[in-house]
């Protein structure tokens, strides 16, 4: 099927009522075809109520159904072929390489939460069997499993137009833990948003689900967005995009009638401490991988590194040279859209602007190429300058970057304990080095949310051990994490049944333990049956 | 030392500078000696600090060093021997037997927190080990696990002045996962709160903790409550209460600079549906079953059954006969304090006033007894003015109940799926007649945190498989519970190290496993420890 611009409502592709528009492509600022639809608010309802309606009958799908579900939504993924890639590139300007990279991580990640759930660790499924002659009362049999929360909405990022959108992270954890799903596909990549739809769409008819399992409504945020979080029916929902747009939501769902969680991963400036002996030991590689770091993608992730903490010294003064003439030979790169490009000139403008702060290096000059480009930047600012702006902690999202330099050991402290909360900490630090600051480690370990050491914070690997998110304000919920399988826990709650007739339980909760799955039975983990 | 009427600031007794008050003991409502004290703001401000100071020191204890903290805590309440017992039934009106229940459940509650934290599972670790080797990038070294979220403010309930008060669930819950605890006390039973807080302060002394990691402060949840939700190092609330103060400290926390999750159980209805062939085979004893559960304790808990749903029919009647009977026999009860005892008249004369309300059944009459004492009440109301008046699900704290009479099935199941969230929901019903009432179970599945049947909701076992806690507004998130040991959640964020020295991470993800913790190793979950 072709891109046709139209909403999916309860499986139905449905011209949108609310006016049209159409995607541009960011290398040549032209508009691409065909013209696309927004959602009206009666058309929001309809999804709504879809997803409502299907809430229960997908709940009740076994894991084996919802696993092989996923494995499908990806295969259809595949199957749109180069027709996916092709418009993801034309409306984001990203490489081939790079959507068929993206492509694969999204597939990948579908594919591992089918196999995270059937392993049932995620239910943390609890038996404590009945005692009737417990002293000075019985105890009940009671038994613990998670279920879905309910309709997720989830809110596309513009970086990810795969991986962090229709059939991104948020959604493959939701559709896993047994929640429908409600993207608010992101006006940059409308089309590309559409097949993605197509293809899910496609998962759930092979799959004889409710077409409410899995809706996308495009529209702007404030309108279309306010509709999904403030329907009654929703129970929660992830996003990734700015501070800005998280808190809006956040405040709003926490202001609703019923308030629901809100999972927003609002990026940060990742800052990456350079300890001396590092750059003694190997100014010129660390410089060259924090440069590859800073300018992959256009420096348009939220783990870019936005500040770099250094004590200052001949081994810092080696570095800035190396990072110069590794940055001079970076293009000028092409940004995601024309709002994206302009918040990057005028934060780099702003930045320049600010006490102490001086331009040390640079990319190529955007000089008169087409689309929306943008220059990397690396600027520099003495602690006591920083300490004293906070203006300077504000991330400036693409390839640009602060180097903090600080006059001793105290001070470098200093700045890394006034950072707010933070996706990701680096350190660059020679063996044996790290050693001798327990001060900065312990400081990191309270701001972030992954803790790296000498690599960069670019490449949020896809696995178990993932945490991608941290304390606010990178995080709406530093609990809980937006990448890997931990993510599920995001959407289900738990249930307890007291004293239930066995043949009624849940499957995961009945005595003979047809799934086989790892349970706490009283006090011991184990995938045996419940002795009755 | 006998109860000195001060704050435990830091690990020191000192006298409150914001007014003093002495308790009230409701069976005569006579003052109890000594006076006691309030904090001031500087007091609760000294008492934030410290715990500040002291979270990075708890976090680095060892699970063996906390668990050991734990049982001394239980160890030393147990010491306070029969003073606690006779200090908490002049404060509450509670008998000695309750006292001494109530002891051994909060002791128990601290030495299973003990327990679990040594098993590990709630640090969920996971590893995946660096594939240097793959395609088209190397995967590096990751490792999760959960640490401490730092200093948590919690607020003792009324009406568990020991199980869900200065050391009940939520603080047990906070030290098991390291986080210091500065407990708001309720101003109910504040001797009881000092006594309790004594003992934990020889524990922290004992285990050559700082003083910071455990605080009791009293005064107004206005004045003192909201100061200590402000303190930016705050980083979590725990509150057991009413909906009105836990809904305004969850705004209050949520419009902080830095927002922070606040877990309140406000409370519910508890709805206990009759089915009519459980009557029909033993409505007598349902009957005696549910006068017992709705007057426990003069119905002061959460999981009071305060709405009761049946078909209308011969068996009902027996039903409202049995429960007259039984009702008839229960002597009017002390409430925990003045404010309680209004709110429960104004309550029940409330609910009296609504259209189509009757009383059907009620205790003894109050006469001429002294201290805060309240009758026993049963109201019926026809399903239809039931769906009509909302106030009718508004939570009436004490032993009153309102039987909602349906004229079908149909009417039952409307009744259900109008109620708000729910800690509770109980189902009375014969050997294989839930089986005939799918649609019943599925409402009640989406509006509760534990489904009951046979038993009455009142009794709150503490265990791994118990869920307290359920959709807004039983709740203020659904994801949580308060009671049990999966509550430790609430209280630990997720890190993870990528690429870090071996020799440096936290002991339970080095791979020698020195603590033979269970960890998920590239997708599997084992003891072992990981091959280098």
């Known amino acids: 099927m072709a891109i046709s611009g139209k909403q999916l409502i309860n499986g139905l592709w449905v011209q949108g009522e609310a006016g049209q528009y159409q995607a541009i492509n960011p290398a040549t600022a032209a508009a691409i075809e065909p013209v696309m639809s927004y959602a009206s608010k009666v058309q929001v309802a309809a999804a709504v109520a879809a997803a409502e309606a299907a809430a229960p009958i997908f709940a009740a799908t076994s894991l084996a159904q919802r696993a092989a579900f996923l494995n499908s939504c990806a295969d259809e993924i595949m199957a749109l072929g180069d027709e996916l890639l092709d418009r993801l590139s034309q409306e984001t300007g990203y490489p081939k390489a790079r959507a068929e990279g993206e492509r694969a991580r999204t597939c990948n990640q579908l594919r591992l939460f089918a196999s995270t759930i059937l392993k049932g660790e995620y239910l943390n499924i609890r038996i404590d069997t009945a005692l009737p002659d417990r002293q000075p009362l019985p105890r009940p049999d009671i038994r613990f499993t998670n279920q879905p929360i309910g309709p997720v909405v989830v809110f596309g990022a513009s970086n990810f137009p795969l991986a962090f959108s229709v059939a991104g992270g948020d959604t493959a954890a939701a559709l896993a833990a047994g929640c429908p799903v409600l993207v608010k596909g992101h006006n940059s990549h409308p089309g590309t948003c559409e097949l993605v739809a197509q293809a899910l769409a496609k998962a759930v ?146 930045l320049a602007g600010q006490a102490g702060v001086e331009l040390v290096a640079a990319g190529e000059a955007i000089g008169g190429k087409a689309g929306f480009c943008s220059q990397a930047q690396l600027f520099k600012v003495q602690a006591q300058a920083f300490l004293a702006n ?44 790290l050693a001798a600051y327990p001060e900065l480690v312990q400081q990191l370990r309270q ?84 002795e009755a």
């Open 205 to 350: 008819q092979k799959a004889a689900l409710p077409g409410g399992v899995f809706s996308l409504i495009m529209g702007s945020g404030r309108e279309v967005g306010s509709e999904l979080v403030l329907a009654p029916a929703v129970k929660a929902v992830g996003f990734t995009g700015s501070q800005a747009g998280g808190m809006a939501l956040f405040h709003l769902a926490n202001n609703r009638p019923e308030p629901i969680p809100v999972f927003a991963e609002m990026g940060s400036v990742n800052p990456v401490v350079l300890l001396p002996q590092a750059l003694a030991q190997n100014a010129e590689a660390v410089a060259t991988g924090f440069v590859g770091s800073l300018t992959l993608g256009v420096g348009q992730f939220c783990v870019n590194p936005g500040v770099v903490i250094a004590l200052q010294g001949p081994e810092l003064d080696q570095f800035c040279r190396a990072a110069a003439t590794a940055l001079a030979k970076v293009p000028a790169g092409v940004m995601l859209n024309e709002g994206i490009a302009a918040a990057y000139h005028k934060g780099t403008a702003h």
């Open 390 to 433: 906070p203006h300077l902690q504000e991330e400036v999202f693409g390839h640009a970057s602060v180097l903090v330099v600080c006059q001793d050991k105290a001070e470098l402290l200093q700045v890394v304990s006034s950072l707010r909360g933070q996706l990701t900490g680096t350190i660059q630090a020679a063996p044996d080095e």
């Open 447 to 530: 701001k972030v949310g992954r803790l790296v050491v000498n690599n960069y914070p670019t490449g949020v690997e896809v696995c178990d051990a993932m945490m991608h998110g941290g304390p606010f304000p990178a995080a709406t919920d530093a609990r809980f994490t937006s990448v890997g399988t931990a993510s599920i826990a995001r959407f289900v709650r738990p249930i307890c049944f007291q004293n239930y007739p066995a043949a009624l339980l849940p499957a995961e909760l009945q005595n003979s333990n047809p799934w086989q799955l790892p349970r706490l039975i009283n006090g011991v983990k184990t995938t045996a049956a419940v």
